[in-house]
């Protein structure tokens, strides 16, 4: 059994941590001001980040591994400050925004870097790829390398509370007929999509092994349009034929180059068409992130039709109300209207 600390732990994935954690047997403690609940079996450590002395409830215990999940560069530090020299192992959260671009696909760890955002910057300057970046910095810093940082691509799977991974299956999900669905005839748009579960495992898994260094955490990587087509048959399930005949008109296809003209933002957000990535070469390499190190680093991923088959399972009910992501049923109902004409 080890002991671990998790900085964070109450939202989506922290939670999930915990959770993964506790069921491998792991003496498991989240450090969070507790506007959520800890999941049960739990310790809490109860304190708030932004005040002094937030870490002195965890301060002098050695623990096996540390995870810090924060986006915020004062946090971070102050976290390393007071707990680096008192832990076995210590895994850092980031993210793939971090990396200065996004236009070449397959490059990996190597890549280059934003500059870390200072924790002194004003909050109206805050930048989360850059605040990330300092989160690595400091982290690799204060242990000397002996850290692990892994820097996760879109996460997906029930209870994601974006709702990008959430809209398509639970669209398809509904009876509601037909669903706009977007038309990339050349196959150009990729999607990589991680589950929450297998993001978990890796960070546990890795972290109490020793691991060190920089690894994405992506999911595999697919087309939108495999993507959506998996999204469908998880969402319709045995619904087809067996309730009744298919209906005339299952989909409208929506033109792309339509987006502006017709104000649908992209990836997420309200008004959106979720995981469609932005047109232009930038993004070229969006969502085709490496993945060859994780893998050798021992990442295990389900496939993206069984997180679509859970997310459906868990239904409307494990989902944000009403969604962060996508289209209202009137929003879509005018595109089909306009797209069909
Ligand atoms: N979603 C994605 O697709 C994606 C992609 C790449 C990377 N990531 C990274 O993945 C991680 C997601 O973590 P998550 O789902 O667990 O959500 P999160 O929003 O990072 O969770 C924040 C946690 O910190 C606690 N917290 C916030 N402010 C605090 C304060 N002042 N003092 C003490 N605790 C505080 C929160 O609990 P209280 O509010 O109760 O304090 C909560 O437990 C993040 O590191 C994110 O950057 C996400």
């Given at each position: 059994?080890?002991?671990?600390?998790?900085?964070?732990?109450?939202?989506w994935?922290?939670?999930?941590?915990?959770?993964?954690?506790?069921?491998?047997?792991?003496?498991?403690?989240?450090?969070a001001?507790?506007?959520?609940?800890?999941?049960?079996g739990?310790?809490?450590?109860?304190?708030?980040?932004?005040?002094?002395?937030?870490?002195?409830?965890?301060?002098?215990?050695?623990?096996?591994?540390?995870?810090?999940?924060?986006?915020d560069?004062?946090?971070?530090?102050?976290?390393?400050?007071?707990?680096?020299?008192?832990?076995?192992?210590?895994?850092?959260?980031?993210?793939c925004?971090?990396?200065?671009?996004?236009?070449?696909?397959?490059?990996d760890?190597?890549?280059d870097?934003l500059?870390?955002?200072p924790?002194?910057?004003?909050?109206?300057d805050?930048?989360?790829?850059?605040?990330?970046?300092?989160g690595?910095?400091v982290?690799?810093?204060?242990r000397?390398g002996?850290?692990?940082?892994?820097?996760?691509?879109?996460?997906?799977g029930?209870?994601?509370?974006?709702?990008?991974?959430?809209?398509?299956?639970?669209?398809?999900?509904?009876?509601?007929r037909?669903?706009?669905?977007?038309n990339?005839?050349?196959?150009?748009?990729?999607v990589?999509?991680?589950?929450v579960?297998?993001?978990?495992?890796?960070?546990?898994?890795?972290?109490?092994?020793?691991?060190?260094?920089y690894?994405?955490?992506?999911?595999e990587?697919?087309?939108?349009?495999?993507?959506?087509?998996?999204?469908?048959?998880a969402?319709?399930?045995?619904?087809?034929?067996?309730s009744g005949?298919?209906?005339?008109?299952?989909?409208?296809?929506?033109?792309?180059?339509?987006?502006?003209?017709?104000?649908v933002?992209?990836?997420?957000?309200?008004?959106s068409?979720?995981?469609?990535?932005?047109?232009?070469p930038?993004?070229a390499?969006?969502?085709?992130?490496?993945?060859?190190?994780?893998?050798?680093?021992?990442?295990?991923?389900?496939?993206?039709?069984?997180?679509?088959?859970?997310i459906?399972?868990?239904?409307?009910?494990?989902?944000?109300?009403?969604?962060k992501?996508?289209?209202?049923?009137?929003?879509?109902?005018?595109l089909?209207?306009?797209?069909?004409?």
């Open positions: 059994m080890k002991k671990i600390l998790i900085l964070g732990g109450t939202a994935l922290g939670r999930t941590l915990c959770e993964h954690a506790l069921g491998a047997g792991h003496d498991v403690h989240a450090l001001r507790g506007s959520r609940e800890f999941a049960t739990v310790e809490p450590v109860i304190a708030d980040r932004t005040l002094p002395g937030a870490y002195d409830a965890a301060r002098g215990i050695h623990w096996d591994l540390v995870i810090e999940l924060t986006r560069p004062g946090q971070a530090r102050g976290a390393v400050e007071a707990l680096a020299g008192n832990a076995g192992e210590w895994v850092n959260v980031s993210s925004s971090v990396y200065a671009e996004q236009s070449t696909p397959g490059a760890e190597d890549s870097v500059e870390p955002l924790p002194e910057t004003p909050p109206d805050y930048d989360y790829g850059r605040a990330k970046s300092y690595e910095q982290t690799m810093e204060a000397g002996k850290a692990l940082v892994i820097r996760p691509g879109l996460i997906g029930p209870g994601d509370e974006s709702g990008r991974s959430t809209y398509w299956p639970l669209r398809f999900a509904e009876a509601r037909p669903v706009l669905v977007p990339d005839p050349g196959n150009e748009l990729s990589q999509i991680i589950d579960r297998d993001l978990a495992a890796f960070i546990l898994d890795a972290g109490l092994a020793g691991r060190h260094g690894v994405n955490a992506v999911g990587q697919t087309t939108l349009d495999d993507a959506l087509r998996m999204a469908r048959a969402g319709e399930g045995d619904r087809h034929p067996s005949p298919e209906p005339t008109r299952p989909f409208v296809p929506y033109d792309l180059g339509r987006l502006e003209a017709d104000d933002n992209v990836w997420a957000g309200p008004r068409l979720p995981l469609v990535l932005p047109p232009g930038e993004h390499g969006f969502a085709r992130r490496s993945d060859a190190r994780s893998l050798a680093m021992g990442l295990r991923r389900r496939a993206l039709r069984e997180t679509f088959a859970d459906v399972r868990a239904g409307p009910a494990g989902a944000v109300v009403p969604p992501s996508g289209l209202s049923a009137g929003e879509e109902a005018k089909i209207a306009v797209s069909s004409g």
